[in-house]
């Protein structure tokens, strides 16, 4: 079996503040389907906070606009 590096990591679930600063990454995955998952997961954990699905630099969503 072959392990990917971190690189290979493209997607991530992660929180910010209102000031935009990161507070927390809740995964990194390589895979959207997971990436979209994990995302779905989080919010419904952790229904108040603002959690961005990136791509990159790339935002793909976000918890406050639908």
Request: hydrophobic fraction near 40%; include cysteine.
């Amino acid at each position: 079996m072959t392990y990917g590096y971190v690189e290979d990591l493209k997607f991530a679930v992660e929180e910010f503040d209102g000031s935009g600063n990161l507070l927390e990454v809740f995964a990194r995955v390589r895979d959207l389907d997971a990436a979209r998952a994990a995302y779905d997961a989080c919010r419904l954990k952790h229904p108040k906070r603002l959690l961005y699905l990136c791509q990159g630099g790339r935002i793909l969503q976000r918890s406050d606009r639908e």
